[in-house]
């Protein structure tokens, strides 16, 4: 499992591109759309976490085991959100898809599905994983509902997986695709992309 820490996912209608310290202000402009720091059921950077929230990705980038994106829409440049590749293991060849969001107006767009589909191929077919986990909020039925959109099998809750910034004890439900489903879940992708 060899691959670059920085690579560009290119798309149609979006691309992945890396994250760098001076993206703080577009960042936040896009979690500004919606106020979406506000959220209680994920960790989505504010005024006064963006430069934190940054440094934990670029932190994870550095020790191998994290490759964030921006989200950018490719007719303007516009910064829509962003995503990242975490709890990469090399030696198993698996990792997770997280860390996802979207400014407010970019959302039901179809940016999202892209975005995971420029992921899950560049996961399966350049990194050569044998499996892709997805962890959600169990409160957070409509991430839930999205993951289970783009072709992932539900395995169960993980119990208190993580304390949430106002304390409270998040149960977390785990998602994945093996490589044996890749072909399948692409085709589906495909074909909902072209819709």
Not at 106 to 128: C, D, I, P, W, Y
Not at 165 to 191: C, Q, T, Y
Request: positive net charge; aromatic residues 6%.
């Amino acid at each position: 499992m060899s691959f670059s820490l920085e690579p560009v996912l290119n798309g149609n209608t979006v691309s992945l591109q890396p994250l760098h310290v001076s993206d703080a202000p577009r960042l936040l402009e896009a979690a500004s759309d919606g106020r979406l720091w506000e959220m209680q059921l994920t960790v989505i950077p504010g005024p006064d976490t963006v430069e934190q929230y940054i440094a934990t990705a670029l932190a994870g980038r550095a020790a191998g085991t994290v490759m964030p994106f921006l989200v950018v829409r490719n007719s303007d440049g516009l910064v829509l959100g962003s995503t990242r590749f975490w709890k990469v293991d090399r030696s198993n060849r698996k990792l997770e898809i997280g860390h996802t969001w979207l400014r407010q107006s970019a959302q039901r767009s179809g940016a999202n599905t892209e975005a995971k589909f420029l992921l899950l191929r560049h996961a399966f077919e350049v990194m050569k994983c044998v499996r892709v986990q997805f962890t959600t909020d169990e409160l957070n039925a409509n991430s839930r509902a999205a993951i289970l959109r783009i072709g992932a099998t539900q395995e169960g809750i993980v119990r208190h997986e993580r304390i949430m910034p106002d304390g409270r004890k998040r149960n977390s439900v785990r998602f994945s695709i093996i490589d044996s489903e890749w072909p399948h879940v692409s085709a589906r992708l495909v074909e909902k992309m072209m819709r």
